[in-house]
């Protein structure tokens, strides 16, 4: 029974995906996510119900348009996936505990579609950080950490990313983030505590440093700019979805 459940989950996760793959573009692009149908953003034609099965039809079309040939971005894939794995892993942890598991929904719904948004527009909505912050204090009142922890967790994840960015302008004259930045490591303080705040910044950099040197070196680029939004949104998700906690990992390896 179990397994069948599982399976429940997962394809509706996939479901789930595909309109947060409309939601990442659409909102962006001031477009209404009722209308129109889904459309080819290249060729405009209206996309069959055939051709936009959550996963299987990307395989089946090879990632192209069915009219047009054009790629379809492999974003769509990843976040359907991602989404399906989500509800997946949600319902194996949180599953005893519905109110956790409506937490769970909400924020890991969050960090996708805000980590999707940013893979192509290097964009954090305020539409989403800000109810965010709302939404993970709100729930604090109710789950662990509690609305001291997540408040605090709010206000210093957004002042920490804050004084990274001003000392790295200072001394490189670049800007290394963005405002959006730092209302979304709010957001994920606000729901996940401030004693999180170390570990997501930690999992999020290590993930960020081993994709842009693998891209320096394969590409041979001396620079590269990469969205943060995605590494901490991956960070965030790898950490609550699984319950790590790093601090007693890391105090059980020691002792």
Known sequence: MEIV?????????????????????????????????SFCPVCGNKIK?????????????????????????????????????????LWKNFSAFPLEMARGFVF????????????WKMLLPDIFTLPGIAAGVAFSFFLPPGPKSSLLGAVLGYISLWLVYKIFLLLTGKEGMGYGDFKMFAMIGAF?????????????????????????????????????????????????VFKID?????????L
């Open 5 to 37: 459940i599982l399976i429940f989950a997962f394809l509706f996760g996939l479901a789930w995906g595909s309109f947060l793959n409309v939601v990442i573009y659409r909102v962006p692009e001031g477009v209404s996510l009722l209308r129109p149908r």
């Open 49 to 89: 119900w055939y051709d936009n099965i959550p996963l299987l039809s990307y395989i089946i079309l090879r990632g192209r348009c069915r009219y047009c040939g054009a790629k379809i971005p492999l974003r769509y894939p990843i976040v359907e996936l991602w989404t399906g794995l989500t509800f997946v892993f």
């Open 108 to 119: 890991t719904t969050l960090l996708i579609v805000l980590a999707g948004i940013d893979s």
């Open 192 to 240: 996940m505590g401030v004693k999180q705040l170390i570990p997501v910044i930690l999992v999020s950099s290590l993930a960020g440093v081993i994709v842009g040197l693998g891209i320096m070196i394969f590409r041979r680029k001396r620079e590269v700019v990469l969205p943060y939004g995605v590494f901490m949104g991956l960070g965030a998700w790898v950490l609550y």
């Open 246 to 254: 790093l601090f007693k990992l890391y105090i059980g390896a020691v």
